[in-house]
């Protein structure tokens, strides 16, 4: 079983900045992918961003690539998603998912709000 916290979020108004961390259990983190989605309700989870093993593997959804870095600090056990230039419609719980071989494991997410 893999234990994924998230923390990091808050209120912020548009433009401004925010760091999310996750930290994942494991002593093979170096080999899960990890990967940031959101949710707002009403509607679906959608996927925002997500690393590989290497740091040159990322993904971004079209919505938040140039402002939303995902990163990871293998050594403890954490990825990071770096967020700038928040707008409105970034407002969401944020989750982290982290995937070793064969499954998936979420956090029980935080919260974004960025107001206008």
């Known amino acids: 079983q893999v234990q994924v916290v998230e923390s990091g979020g808050g209120l912020v108004q548009a433009g401004g900045s925010l760091r999310l961390s996750c930290a994942a259990s494991?002593?093979?983190?170096?080999?899960?992918?990890m990967a940031w989605f959101r949710q707002v309700p009403g509607k679906e989870r959608e996927f925002v961003a997500s690393?590989?093993?290497?740091?040159?593997?990322?993904l971004y959804a079209d919505s938040v690539k140039g402002r939303f870095t995902i990163s990871r600090d293998n050594a403890n056990n954490t990825v990071y998603l770096q967020m700038n230039s928040l707008k409105p419609e970034d407002t969401a719980v944020y989750y982290c998912?982290?995937?070793?071989?064969?499954?998936?494991?979420w956090g029980q997410g935080t919260q974004v709000t960025v107001s206008s």
């Open positions: 690393i590989g093993w290497s740091d040159r593997s990322r």
């Open positions: 998912n982290a995937r070793p071989q064969g499954t998936e494991y």
């Open positions: 494991g002593r093979t983190f170096n080999k899960y992918i």
